[in-house]
């Protein structure tokens, strides 16, 4: 009987902060990350959800878990969970968010929403400072402090990411080329293409039609066209300008396909360029040829 090994290396992120200060919408952005995430997992539990992920049969690399103030025994609870995991060596950041008065009692007066610590004998703007009083300990052990104010929610997924990814360009982002033939269709996970079908054609060359475009002397037909120089030039230089801001917004995937008329020469070719390009300025790049071998 074998022993499935604790994967210590799982990053745990918790959720927390004042009510109203965006925590639903910051969870869904670390799940769009690639996050698991938990949201309203009660303190005590923590520890014994760190053990069934970590010993998990399914590849969980970072959990999100979203924590509510509930309650008198929250406190304690939390920071004996928080304890625990530094006793089991699982690593863990928290990240706070937070909003001035102004922004929280806008928020609530347009949900028409009482916060936790309010009730009928209380006013919004009192409950809002129980809270912030109840939660300084929690927002003074934060790794992350994030006012969420006056952001958009691109800007908080912004600033999410940042705080995730740091100055890490392109440890969030892998990026799939996939070469192509338009008449096979256009693969459906691409979140970009590009049509290379004007460019040199070596199908009409004897003595190269019957090769790929991982071949030497079609890569080489391919490539010493001035239009295909210029063309690889351009998108690259659009891709590089581009990547910065996929990763900024915390998208963690994207697929490039590069079509030519049967997915065999000139898509090939060039997938294969703009992988090297990418790979040499430290982005996470594969290929995948759908039609090398087609028709």
């Known amino acids: ?11 745990f992120y918790i959720l927390t902060g004042m009510s109203g200060a965006g925590k639903t919408f910051a969870n869904k952005c670390l799940e769009d990350m690639g996050f698991y995430c938990v949201d309203n997992l009660p303190p005590a539990l923590i520890p014994h959800f760190a053990e069934l992920a970590a010993n998990s049969s399914r590849k969980i690399d970072r959990v999100s878990l979203v924590i509510d103030i509930r309650g008198g025994e929250f406190f304690d609870e939390l920071f004996k969970a928080l304890d625990a995991l530094d006793r089991a060596a699982y690593s863990y950041k928290i990240i706070y968010l937070d909003a001035n008065d102004s922004a929280l009692l806008r928020r609530y007066k347009e949900t028409r929403r009482l916060p936790p610590l309010a009730n009928d004998e209380t006013t919004i703007i009192e409950g809002v400072h129980a809270e912030r009083k109840a939660l300084k300990r929690l927002k003074d052990r934060a790794d992350y402090y994030i006012d969420t104010s006056t952001k958009t929610p691109a800007a908080l997924k912004k600033e999410i990411s940042k705080a995730i990814l740091g100055d890490e360009q392109s440890a969030g982002l892998s990026v799939t080329i996939i ?8 693969p459906p996970e691409a979140d970009v293409a590009l049509d290379v079908r004007f460019l040199p054609n070596p199908y009409y060359e004897e003595s190269l039609k019957n090769f790929s475009g991982e071949n030497r002397e079609v890569r080489e037909f391919v490539m010493t066209s001035q239009v295909t120089q210029d063309y690889i030039s351009k998108t690259a230089d659009l891709l590089l300008f581009t990547l910065p801001h996929v990763i900024a917004e915390g998208r963690r995937n994207l697929v490039v396909a590069v079509g030519c008329t049967g997915g065999h020469h000139r898509s090939v070719v060039l997938s294969i360029e703009l992988c090297r390009i990418l790979t040499q300025h430290g982005y996470n790049v594969s290929v995948k040829h759908r039609d090398i071998s087609a028709g």
């Open 1 to 11: 009987m074998t022993t499935q090994k604790k994967n210590l290396k799982v990053e």
């Open 179 to 186: 070469s192509f033939g338009f008449k096979y269709g256009l």
